[in-house]
């Protein structure tokens, strides 16, 4: 079992940067892939970014490519999520999610996580 707990959200005006952090406790941490999801009330959850378990890879979804960045400390359990030039449309509950898996792979699906935190709001004002 892990547990995940998410934190840094909050409200940004457009252009503007917040760093999410996700602390891990539990199983040992270096087992698994994380990812960072989101979304909207009545929405799908919506990939956002993936890390496998030695950082080696990394994935991420077209809307945020080039403005969010993953990454993770496997000697503090934590996983982060930078995002860069926020736009309104990031306005979301942020989610991270633990997936026990092989060393080199990640996850884009939510199906794919066995773990999830209890998520943090992004709100970007214009």
């Known amino acids: 079992q892990v547990q995940l707990v998410e934190s840094g959200g909050g409200l940004v005006q457009a252009g503007g940067s917040l760093r999410l952090s996700c602390a891990a406790s539990g199983d040992t941490f270096s087992n698994y892939a994380m990812g960072w999801f989101r979304q909207a009330p009545g929405k799908e959850r919506e990939f956002v970014a993936a890390?496998?378990?030695?950082?080696?890879?990394?994935y991420y979804g077209d809307s945020v490519k080039g403005r969010f960045t993953i990454s993770r400390d496997n000697a503090k359990n934590t996983v982060a999520l930078q995002m860069n030039s926020l736009k309104p449309e990031d306005t979301f509950v942020y989610y991270c999610a633990a997936r026990r898996t092989t060393r080199w792979s990640l996850g884009v699906s939510p199906n794919e996580y066995n773990y999830w935190g209890q998520g943090t709001q992004v709100t970007v004002s214009s």
């Open positions: 890390i496998s378990r030695s950082a080696v890879n990394t």
